[in-house]
């Protein structure tokens, strides 16, 4: 990096070790602070109490099952919205990133912010221009020295600006969910993010601008690294497009089983192998699991690492190391459907969103992240 250094940490054992290093040794927070310019971003709040992540893996993760029927029906209602069928099944479409993009963040906001906003364009404009904007301003930042960054952020108010103006047009209805937490009105209450930020925020003493701040970070965190993945895997698919019929056939036979429920989702496998193998091979990023030190850490192998020192794991060395991935240069769609199928005690290792050292896509431990629109390749696969 031009602004500091990073120590990459590298083998499962030293990986693990990275791991288990506690907060206040080693802090994730701190590393996102750095490497995105958070302070910048988004202000000081969201890395001294970022309370919005444990809203989503908490609460979001507990009603999601709840969720998953509506969010279906807007999945599709998006899907014919964006990439309507017709005919033959083909569709044109000009840019496959942007149309993507719309409909990773349509459907999460779903989930953040519920129905009717979740398809206002301008706020999904916004949203969706945020993470390219927090990359652009990091892009700035680095050119200049820890004093003068703060300086330079001054003029560089792009992700603040989009804060601000996302802030007017959700105003009305982040009021109405204010009125909703101080009246207690629990009957109207909706089960969505926004409504549990809100009711964390007041709690706090945060105000709206907070509550903005946090819907936002949210959308950073899901749109860009999703619709990444879900362009990757149709990238793979159309160089392989032998594979289309077997992932079909394995959708329709379990939708028509058991219809497009969340414990659906997990049932199937070909699909969770396809997917596994195409995010190994075109991950995000070279490295995952980041931290900075607070204090001084040692490695089993000796390795002295000092107080203020990034650490990051090397996942795509991990991801295409022969040891743990035969011929790892091949994609191989049913990798890991042939280790579920030959060894049930091999499951939970396998799935596209689990966390291991030897797949660190997602990164590892409690800081590690999920990405729950593998259901959109599920989703495309079963339309006719």
Not at 38 to 47: H, I, Q, V
Not at 211 to 224: G, Q, V
Not at 362 to 382: C, E, M, Q, T
Request: charged letters at 25%; proline letters at 6%; one cysteine or more.
């Amino acid at each position: 990096m031009p602004d500091q250094w990073m120590v990459i940490v590298t083998g499962p054992r030293l990986i693990e070790e990275l791991r288990r290093f506690p907060d206040d040794t080693s802090s994730f927070y701190d590393a996102a602070s750095d490497l995105f310019e958070l302070d910048t971003s988004f202000g000081p709040d969201l890395k001294e109490d970022p309370f919005h992540v444990a809203l989503l893996r908490g609460q979001l993760t507990r009603n999601l099952g709840n969720m998953f029927p509506n969010m279906m029906n807007e999945m599709k209602q998006t899907f014919d919205d964006l990439l309507p069928v017709h005919g033959d099944g083909w569709i044109r479409t000009p840019l496959l990133v942007p149309v993507i993009q719309k409909l990773v963040a349509r459907v999460s906001n779903y989930a953040f912010v519920g129905y009717p906003m979740c398809r206002h364009d301008k706020y999904l404009e916004l949203a969706i221009k945020h993470s390219d904007h927090i990359a652009w301003t990091r892009k700035l930042l680095i050119m200049f020295p820890r004093p003068l960054k703060y300086l330079v952020a001054r003029f560089a108010r792009r992700t603040r600006n989009n804060v601000l103006e996302g802030q007017k047009i959700l105003l009305p209805l982040i009021q109405e969910r204010i009125r909703i937490v101080k009246n207690n009105d629990k009957d109207n209450a909706p089960q969505d993010v926004l409504q549990y930020i809100t009711e964390a925020a007041l709690s706090k003493n945060k105000g709206i601008e907070g509550i903005s701040r946090s819907i936002f970070a949210t959308n950073w965190a899901a749109i860009h690294t999703s619709s990444s993945t879900f362009v990757y895997a149709l990238l793979d698919l159309a160089a392989h497009p032998d594979y289309a019929s077997e992932m079909r056939e394995e959708v329709e036979r379990v939708i028509g089983e058991e219809g497009w429920t969340k414990d659906a989702m997990t049932k199937l496998w070909k699909v969770d192998s396809f997917m596994r193998e195409s995010l190994r091979l075109n991950g995000m990023s070279a490295v995952s699991m980041f931290r900075k030190t607070r204090k001084p850490v040692v490695f089993s192998n000796g390795v002295r690492i000092p107080a203020g020192t990034i650490l990051v794991a090397a996942a795509r060395d991990t991801h295409m190391d022969e040891e743990y991935y035969p011929d790892p240069h091949t994609f191989d769609p049913w990798r890991s459907y042939r280790k579920r199928v030959n060894s049930e005690r091999e499951v939970e290792g396998e799935l596209y969103s689990s966390y291991s050292p030897t797949h660190l896509h997602f990164g590892l431990g409690k800081h590690a992240w999920y990405d729950p629109h593998v259901n959109y390749l599920r989703k495309i696969l079963s339309r006719k």
